[in-house]
């Protein structure tokens, strides 16, 4: 990842954190590494079907520590080699827009907190802060282990995000109490198909 960061450093890019973990999809010298097999990961498949993965919170993971030892050290000269969450929302208002206008969009959630609300923002944002009309998200569906209820930050209830203009009251909406890493994958193979 630190290879990425430099490259990047030294052109002067910035990229979201998705970029930079699909790029190392691309290296075929880490394949030995792998765990298990690249066509069971859902990176991966989100990757090859070109859809997006948002990170915000960045700078609240392991990942970001590393990130921002690596500019505190001196060994990237900029942090604006990672795009921070206004800039990847700027991608996603673009993404949204043109997604929407083909089909309905769905929501999937893995966790609480900024991993959801973030995202699923770019609905209310463009309807009311840019006053555009756009479809709300067709559906929602959460993984957490958050406990739900009205008003929570990490565990809120599928109905709140109506109030919020996310979602249309008749949205078909999936609340999955349990661990994310066990039910993501079940989920994922299940609607694949697999």
């Known amino acids: ?19 930079y973990a699909f790029a190392l999809l691309d290296d075929e010298d880490l394949k030995q590494h792998y765990q298990v097999p690249r066509e069971q990961s859902w990176l991966a498949a989100a ?8 990170v915000p919170g960045f700078e609240d993971s392991t990942m970001g520590n590393i990130f921002a030892a690596r500019v505190y050290d001196g060994t990237l ?11 990847q929302m700027q991608e996603l208002l673009k ?14 959630q ?4 900024i991993a959801g609300d973030f995202p699923i923002c770019v609905v ?9 009309q756009i479809p709300l998200w067709s559906y929602f569906c959460q993984i957490s282990d958050a406990v739900t209820s009205y008003g929570g930050y990490s565990g809120a209830v599928p109905n709140e995000k109506i109030t919020w ?8 909406k999936f609340m999955v109490q349990s661990d994310a890493t066990i039910c993501a994958p079940l989920v994922f193979a299940y609607v694949l198909g697999w």
Do not use: C
Not at 124 to 132: A, E, F, N, R, Y
């Open 124 to 132: 209310p944002l463009l309807v009311q802060d840019l006053g555009l």
């Open 1 to 19: 990842m630190i290879k990425l960061w430099r490259a990047a450093d030294e052109r002067g890019e910035s990229h979201s954190p998705a970029h």
């Open 110 to 113: 893995i966790g609480g907190g």
């Open 95 to 108: 993404w949204y827009q043109t997604a929407a206008a083909d089909a309905p969009i769905g929501f999937f």
């Open 77 to 87: 000269q900029s942090d604006r080699v990672v795009a921070n969450g206004i800039a």
């Open 165 to 172: 203009h996310k979602l249309l009251p008749e949205a078909p």
């Open 47 to 54: 990757k090859d079907a070109g859809i997006p993965v948002i």
